[in-house]
């Protein structure tokens, strides 16, 4: 019978040379993509594609618009308004699927190519020439823009090589990419992700696919570190002292693995658990139901018959109209170039938040009944704080005694729900973040991250090359 110790090195070798070559890119790409995430539109972008709103042209309110669009339910989930194409237009959301009415005719806005080139051109002004065509998915629109479904993708022939997306339900600018950071991501997001588009696009397969490799690999390394941990000796050393029995690669291998093996194990464990893995972690998020009982109710009549037009002209350059209701009372956020701030629809003045008293009885609305402790922050804790993202400041942080512990952040000067964490996302927040990312308090101070997480990599990096050497080595030997 073939020992167990034979057996152990014979999984060692073979997973290595199977999924060594993936464990190796997981490590380079995970350096590039501290610097180059997938692409998303910052609001900063959003700023740069959208015009000011011109109080003129909006002859037609929420309310009136709303019921051009056709949509049976009584109220939207949300309300926008912004320019498209040179034009004032509202923006509904409703079960996550967005109708657009042109806000200076009531007419629904139909989008087509003359608008994909006007929303396209002014988000790429130095373009010489624009290539639309409609798709339902790329390379680059997983994620948030799927509600935008289908999209057009618009080929600016400028000095940057952008490539913009325009959703086919609102007009709106919602993914831009260029060419260096499509580059970049080749080398970083679609490596580490296993983002391969005739995978992804099946999003089960995608995800069954991730936890298998991730889950070998784990056994790939801790099959390593026990074989490390056998080999070493301490006391009744090898020929001249050595400690280990191996020089050359095999050595450099050994070393390397005792070094790191036990944080590469916890890494790939922690890549394994990004997937949810079993139906692991079981937390989910900031509900529909959370919203809507934070805003006191849906958006009523009175909500949508506002004369937006008139808060326009007491806020001029406004980019964009948002309807916030936060227990009941609604307030705007109105976009402009230096930021966002929060109108009182009372009497049209900005104001610095959401009163004190008020977000309390919004907060508690959440979960009524449950005792709540409630704490102003001005500073970060162990899960809201800035990182890849900044995280508005101050913050209302609402705890509930509850089985499942539910905290909700709140953002008062926004009057919005920011963050949420419950039992399973504590596990998620130390399990991945923590391990995966190195994401913790002590470490979180750039540039002393970076250089952390960068040694790292290039010490895991250097370890696996030196397996696949010794698998390469191990094949031509046939």
Known sequence: MVSW?????????????????LVLLWFGSGIVMMYVPYPELTEQERMGWLAPLDPDRVQ????????????????????????????????????????????DSGAPL????????????????????????????????FGAVRVHRPLYRV??????????????RTGELVRDTTRSERAWNWVGSVIHWVYVTPLR?????????????????????????????LRLRVRRRYAGGRMSPYTGW??????LGLGIGALVITWLFSGWLSVGPFGFPSGGGVTAHDRRAFAGGALDSDDLALDAAALLRAHPGT?????????????????GRQGRKLVDTRDSAAVPGVPHEALLHAAQAIRPGAPMQAQLLTGPDDYYYSHHREAAFPVLRARFDLPEAPVFYIDPAQGRLAGYVDRDKRWDRWLFNGLHQLDFAFLRTRPLWDVVVIVLCVLGFALTFSGLVLGWRRLMKG
């Open 5 to 21: 110790k034979r057996q152990l090195y014979w999984w060692h070798r073979w997973l290595g040379i199977a999924i060594g070559l």
């Open 319 to 335: 980019l964009e109209l948002e309807w916030r209701r936060v227990g009941g009372k609604l307030y705007l956020s109105a976009l």
């Open 110 to 141: 139909e989008v087509n190519y003359l608008i994909v080139s006007s929303s396209a051109r002014s988000a790429a002004p130095d373009a010489r020439s624009l290539a639309v065509d409609k798709i339902e998915l790329d390379q680059w629109t």
């Open 250 to 255: 095999k050595g450099w291998h050994h070393w």
């Open 201 to 229: 696009r099946h999003n089960e397969a995608w995800r069954q696919a991730v936890m298998w490799t991730s889950g070998v690999a784990m056994v790939l390394a801790v099959t390593g570190m026990v074989i490390s941990i």
């Open 60 to 103: 037609v309110t929420a309310a009136e618009a709303w019921t051009a669009s056709g949509t049976e339910s009584a109220a939207p989930d949300a309300v926008r308004l912004n320019t498209v194409a040179g034009r004032p237009a509202w923006h509904f959301q409703h079960e996550r699927t967005w109708h657009s009415v042109w806000a």
């Open 155 to 168: 080929a600016a022939d400028d000095d940057a090589g952008s490539v913009l997306y325009v959703s086919g």
